[in-house]
């Protein structure tokens, strides 16, 4: 089992929308999917539970921190579901440690039973997050091409605490980075500005979708993705023909990522480097 993190301190970028639709996309492959929500805003949980698709286990995040489930039940697709109480994990900081080996553990128990283990994550650099980086394989971080997000970019990397650098360096060396996903992209001169100028400072965190120069993963703005969030509904079975353009859009950049989870080519010709980027780049 692969386990893959969306993680970007900032919220509203576009993580449980992704998780969402790569949890969909993962299971209609035909891959074994476990889906965790560790945000108590259960914004991945809400539309894989109207989805109908995962079977909803019977215990929920929290537990896998606090070390209370050794088993889930046997199905293709299972979700552990967000619930309020995860946020009073933090307020236990003598439980840390343990909070984050628990989840360790249950990840490696559940090697045999899914291929793919997607987590979703809250945006407060806190212990929920600490651990499920401590463990995963893969993180992947959407990002929004507003300078605030951009400048979110450096904290990604650096934040003291919950830093990518920190976190492999410290904590879980086989860490990968698969890159960085603008979504929500518009074709507005502001965004492109921004577009070339995340480009310039982290192309080599950029993930590279086919051999064009300049084909990097995104997702554009379109408000078929924030219905099928509201409704969870799976975008490509919506009967709007702009849910299906949508999916067009977007299915090359999942394609990629998905690609790299599974261990197939090569993220890009330098693969995405931590290293690569400046420890103080900023987008200033
Ligand atoms: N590509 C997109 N186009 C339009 N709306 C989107 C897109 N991605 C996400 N949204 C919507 O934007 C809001 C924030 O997205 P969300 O995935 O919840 O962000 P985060 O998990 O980072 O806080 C949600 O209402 C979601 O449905
Ligand atoms: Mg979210």
């Not at 109480?85 to 909070?99: G, T």
């Not at 003291?160 to 650098?165: A, F, Y």
């Amino acid at each position: 089992m692969k386990t893959l993190v969306l993680a970007n301190q900032k919220g509203g970028v576009g993580k449980s929308a992704v998780a969402t639709l790569l949890c969909h996309y993962l299971a209609r492959q035909g891959q074994r999917v476990l889906a965790i929500d560790l945000d108590h805003q259960g914004n991945l949980s809400k539309p894989l539970r109207m989805s109908g698709r995962p079977l909803v286990a019977p215990v929920t995040a929290d537990m896998l921190l606090t070390g209370l489930v050794a088993a889930l039940p046997s199905h293709p697709f299972v979700l552990v579901p967000s619930r309020p109480a995860l946020i009073d994990l933090e307020r236990q900081p003598a439980l840390h440690n343990p909070f984050a080996r628990n989840l360790r553990g249950f990840l490696r128990a559940m090697e045999g039973q899914f291929d793919l283990c997607v987590i979703d994550t809250n945006p407060n650099p806190d212990i929920r997050l600490i651990s499920a980086l401590a463990s995963a394989d893969f993180v992947l971080s959407p990002i929004q091409l507003n300078q605030e997000a951009l400048d979110g970019v450096t904290a990604l990397l650096n934040h003291e605490r919950v830093g990518l650098r920190k976190i492999k360096a410290v904590l879980n060396p086989k860490l990968q980075l698969i890159g960085l996903l603008p979504t929500m992209v518009e074709p507005t001169p502001f965004q492109k500005q921004n577009f070339i100028q995340v480009i310039q400072l982290y192309r080599s965190l950029m993930i590279q979708v086919g051999q064009g120069i300049g084909e990097f993963a995104s997702m554009p703005r379109r408000s078929a993705i924030a219905e099928s969030q509201a409704h969870g509904e799976v975008l490509w079975e919506m009967k709007k023909t702009a849910a299906r353009d949508a999916w067009k859009e977007i299915e090359p950049s999942l394609a990629r990522i998905v690609a790299t989870l599974q261990g197939g080519s090569p993220l890009k010709p330098g693969e995405a480097s931590i290293a690569g980027v400046q420890p103080h780049a900023t987008s200033t």
